[in-house]
């Protein structure tokens, strides 16, 4: 079975931190990219960082660029998101996705899911 699971969200004030966790042990980080996004109500699922698979590449949204980290430990499989100076328009629920493609910021780029984890910024 192949599964991924989100962790770490929460509710945090305007210029907190957060970091989530995506629990990805059915995948060998080797040969799958990981992708974070985040989609707001209403709103569609939008791209916030990847890292890939052999090479460990990173990229960014530009609206997250200098706050947020990306990280993979491959002795777990696990990535994560470290949020720093949060802001209200960061708040949503925060998915992580797997692709033996390489990495991107495209949702349709990516095969597998997870269930999403809620991120409130306080206003």
């Known amino acids: 079975q192949l599964q991924l699971v989100e962790s770490g969200g929460g509710l945090v004030q305007p210029g907190g931190s957060l970091r989530l966790s995506c629990d990805a042990s059915a995948f060998n980080l080797d040969y799958y990219a990981i992708g974070w996004f985040r989609q707001a109500p209403g709103k569609e699922r939008e791209g916030v960082s990847c890292?890939?698979?052999?090479?460990?590449?990173?990229g960014y949204a530009d609206s997250v660029k200098g706050r947020f980290t990306i990280a993979r430990d491959n002795s777990t499989n696990t990535v994560y998101l470290q949020m720093n100076s949060l802001k209200p328009e960061d708040t949503g629920v925060y998915f992580c996705?797997?692709?033996?493609?390489?990495?991107?910021?495209?949702?349709?780029?990516?095969?597998?899911w997870g269930q999403g984890t809620q991120v409130t910024v306080s206003s």
């Open positions: 996705a797997a692709t033996i493609e390489l990495y991107s910021l495209t949702e349709s780029d990516y095969d597998y």
């Open positions: 890292i890939n698979s052999s090479d460990g590449k990173i």
